[in-house]
């Protein structure tokens, strides 16, 4: 019995177009795919429509927008021997899918986890007040490090922010209490500059009034009607310190003229 020749051909049509809807791929503006043929790196297609021959060759996606990161919380020893937890989030991107592909497993998995080891070696060498204010610099360093290791992947990484730095309630309380001895300091330190400055604009005005007598007595009659205008019944009667010397003189003057005649 010979086989019907339009069902044959119909069969072949039917695995033709099912063979192209399969080897058809269409990728978007963002990704990239990295072509086996037979099991060896062939090439990189993408963005728009490509085709893939199935059992022949294989195609894996890469995404090359920017990646963020979340870095769980590290337990640190700085190097003033505080322990602290530390999260921070990281930003990275596919530069090279061909090398984020062959050259590492997971670039994803492999690019957290030296993210967590760089951030405790990196905080580490630094004691507690430079991590509470350098955070820009540890920023930097840990972004640098990180990219100059992930390069060989095909990976760039863009920025690491440090996001929060966990201390214990001792450590808390112990900063407060240097945070409040320092300003301690900074006031009596004002409080000593004002006095200095005080000290000497009171020193300038006295040489002033020492160069003219008249100005003193003038300064004496401000301060009459400044207490005059207050309401109180204390009357100030201004005495020259010369006109004193004086009086007293006279008075402890008979005293010493006696003591011959008593001899």
Avoid: C
Wanted: neutral net charge; without cysteine; charged residues 25%.
């Amino acid at each position: 019995m010979i086989p019907n020749l339009d069902f044959i051909f119909s069969s072949l049509v039917v695995l033709f177009l099912a063979l192209l809807g399969g080897s058809l791929r269409i990728l978007r503006e963002y990704e990239r795919g990295v072509i086996f043929m037979l099991g060896r790196f062939w090439k990189v297609k993408g963005p728009g429509l490509i085709i893939v021959i199935p059992g022949i060759q294989q195609m894996v996606r890469v995404d090359l927008r920017v990646v963020t990161m979340d870095v769980p919380s590290q337990d640190v020893i700085s190097r003033d021997n505080v322990s602290v937890k530390v999260n921070a989030v990281l930003y990275f991107r596919v530069l090279n899918p061909e090398r984020a592909i062959i050259q590492v497993e997971n670039y994803f998995d492999a690019t957290s986890q030296l993210a967590q080891t760089t951030l405790r070696a990196v905080l580490g060498k630094h004691e507690l007040d430079e991590m509470l204010a350098e955070r820009e610099k540890l920023n930097l360093d840990i972004q640098q490090i990180l990219d100059a290791q992930t390069d060989a992947w095909g990976i760039k990484v863009t920025n690491v922010e440090i996001k929060h730095i966990d201390l214990n309630e001792s450590m808390i309380r112990a900063i407060a209490r240097q945070a409040e001895a320092e300003r301690e300091r900074r006031a009596k330190i004002i409080h000593a500059e004002g006095e200095k400055q005080a000290a000497e604009t009171l020193l300038a005005a006295a040489e002033m009034l020492a160069k003219q007598p008249m100005a003193m007595q003038l300064r004496y009659l401000q301060t009459l009607t400044q207490i005059a205008g207050d309401r109180t019944s204390t009357v100030v009667f201004p005495v020259p310190i010369e006109l004193m010397n004086l009086m007293g003189h006279k008075i402890t003057q008979p005293e010493s003229s006696e003591s011959p005649a008593r001899r």
